[in-house]
Nanobody
Framework: QVQLVESGGGVVQAGGSLRLSCQASGLSFDDYSVGWFRQVPGKKREGVSCIRWKFGNTYYGDFVKGRFTIFKDTTNNTLYLQMNNLKPEDTAMYYC?????????????????WGQGTQVTVSS
């Protein structure tokens, strides 16, 4: 059974950094499309960054390019999102997602597995 558990959110000042973690169990990253989404109450969920290692393609939302990096650590089966130069508009609940076979990728959000989310708040 696939489980995704996010951590690493918090409150940070504008310009600061956070690293989100998604501890995955029941899956191998090479066989899945995985990624990060975010959602603000009352707004549509949006894809932040997604990756399909099997096909070698990565997506970053236009609003994060150059500031965020998605990467993995296969030794502990964890997906990360390094977020630098955070802005108040990055404030949201961030979710980790996974799906297999890896047909989907951001900005599509038709992923079958989701974590519970971790809150990121950026103060100005």
């Amino acid at each position: 059974q696939v489980q995704l558990v996010e951590s690493g959110g918090g409150v940070v000042q504008a310009g600061g950094s956070l690293r989100l973690s998604c501890q995955a169990s029941g899956l191998s990253f090479d066989d899945y499309s995985v990624g990060w989404f975010r959602q603000v109450p009352g707004k549509k969920r949006e894809g932040v960054s997604c990756i399909r290692w099997k096909f070698g393609n990565t997506y970053y939302g236009d609003f994060v390019k150059g500031r965020f990096t998605i990467f993995k650590d296969t030794t502990n089966n964890t997906l990360y999102l390094q977020m630098n130069n955070l802005k108040p508009e990055d404030t949201a609940m961030y979710y980790c997602a996974a799906d297999s076979p890896p047909r989907t990728i951001c900005p599509r959000d038709d992923y079958g597995y989701w974590g519970q989310g971790t809150q990121v708040t950026v103060s100005s």
